[in-house]
């Protein structure tokens, strides 16, 4: 913990208790992320602005994958409805509520992205998610992942109508990623994310045991890439129109998962348990590229 006190000492990050920075911080740490190392590009009152984004995602996140009843999910997420709610009325009750709470002050976040990313959680906790329709795919993909964008964007530096553009189409490209990236770590835990009107096109049977081994995953596979690579030019093209420097951890994020679903794709879904990953080298390459471009 020594490199935290020795940089929470230079300066008062977002005007907070250096404890409290460090408990944000250890979150994010213990997460064995590698958003960490990610957002050391950033000064340090976005960088930890990104760390109180993160550890509430984290946080709500923990509650829909907890092995707790729905009922008590529910009511465990409508507590943290309520604790976003004491944070805009300037009620902070911990470190990570005062953390938040600065970050909220700071970078002028909206109250209904909090509550878009928690109705997200919802969806998971209720029950699996198995094969939804097109519209409740789109409406997961939003809560899940472009909700998330639309608060990060703000604490990368940019609160333009282009920079909700770019949360709305780098979020889904995201998440289509990690849904196509994960479908057989899905089906051990009884989910299925991809559409059910996609499985059905293929006569794939839409239940989580039937998808992994589907003779024919690789078309709805091939499908949904497509529609992510097109999310990902319509975020690149609004990024054209957002502050250049804001968008560098954007750039980098959208470099990195666009590398991770073109090697799905030349791996394919015939083997969908072999999950793919970037070598090291690769990540270094793709992110001196993203921050120089």
Request: glycine share 8%; net charge positive; with cysteine.
């Amino acid at each position: 913990m020594g490199f935290l006190r020795a940089r929470h000492d230079e300066a008062p990050v977002l005007g907070c208790d250096a404890a409290d920075l460090a408990e944000v911080e250890q979150i994010v740490v213990r997460s064995g992320t590698s958003f960490g190392k990610g957002m050391r590009i950033l000064p340090p009152d976005r960088r930890y602005g990104m760390y109180a984004v993160y550890a509430f995602c984290r946080l709500v996140d923990d509650v829909a994958d907890d092995e707790g009843e729905a009922e008590d999910k529910s009511r465990r997420l409508e507590e943290w409805r309520a604790r976003i709610a004491r944070l805009y009325g300037g009620e902070a009750r911990d470190g990570i509520d005062r953390v938040l709470m600065a970050t909220i002050r700071r970078f002028d976040l909206r109250q209904q992205d909090f509550n878009d990313v928690i109705d997200g959680m919802e969806m998971d906790a209720r029950g699996p998610v198995v094969a939804p329709d097109e519209a409740t795919f789109d409406l997961y993909c939003d809560r899940v992942a472009s909700a998330v964008g639309r608060l990060s964007v703000r604490v990368f530096g940019d609160s333009s109508p282009a920079a909700d553009q770019v949360a709305y189409h780098l979020g889904r490209a995201l998440q289509i990623t990690n849904i196509l990236r994960d479908v057989a770590e899905d089906a051990r835990l009884g989910r299925l994310y991809l559409p059910r009107d996609l499985l059905e096109r293929f006569n794939i049977t839409p239940k989580p045991s039937a998808v992994v081994h589907a003779a024919r995953l690789e078309q709805v596979g091939r499908i949904l890439a497509a529609r992510a690579h097109d999310h990902f030019r319509a975020a690149a093209a609004a990024m054209a129109r957002c502050d250049r420097t804001a968008m560098r951890p954007a750039r980098l994020m959208g470099a990195t998962y666009a590398a991770i679903l073109g090697a799905q794709e030349r791996q394919g879904w015939g083997t969908p348990e072999k999950r793919v990953s970037l070598s090291r080298p690769r990540k270094v390459l793709i992110a001196l590229r993203a921050l120089a471009g």
